[in-house]
């Protein structure tokens, strides 16, 4: 199994960004797929998962967007409106949980390297 994270970078506040897992060795749309998120010196926290409904964290709800295209075994994390304090490693995992909001990191099997968001102000 493996997850693939891209399209971190560098941007200021105020603007968007789209992050993409690729996932090889399982088949997405069978998991819970989940992007979470980490801060220097901060605990991994959970940004948004998607199975057949989409969860959000507080913090990010109606700024992200979680998606998923199932042709390409691909989901996607579109971030707007991004804010200095949404700056973290971001990673996508994937989770055999079903049916409920995954938040918890200890019930995600499957962890792809994380991708590089940091916004200036």
């Known amino acids: 199994v493996q997850l693939q994270a891209s399209g971190g970078g560098l941007v200021q506040a105020g603007d968007s960004l789209r992050l993409s897992c690729a996932a090889s060795?399982?088949?997405?749309?069978?998991?819970?797929m989940g992007w979470f998120r980490q801060a220097p010196g901060k605990e991994r926290e959970f940004v948004a998962s998607?199975?057949?409904?989409?969860y959000y964290a507080d913090s990010v709800k109606g700024r992200f967007t979680i998606s998923r295209d199932n042709a390409k075994n691909t989901v996607y994390l579109q971030m707007n409106s991004l804010k200095p304090e949404d700056t973290a490693v971001y990673y996508c995992?994937?989770?055999?949980?079903?049916?409920?909001?995954?938040?918890?990191?200890?019930?995600?099997?499957?962890w792809g390297q994380g991708t590089q968001v940091t916004v200036s102000s």
């Open positions: 060795g399982l088949t997405a749309s069978s998991y819970s």
């Open positions: 998607i199975e057949w409904r989409t």
């Open positions: 995992a994937a989770s055999p949980k079903w049916g409920t909001k995954v938040t918890d990191k200890h019930e995600y099997d499957n």
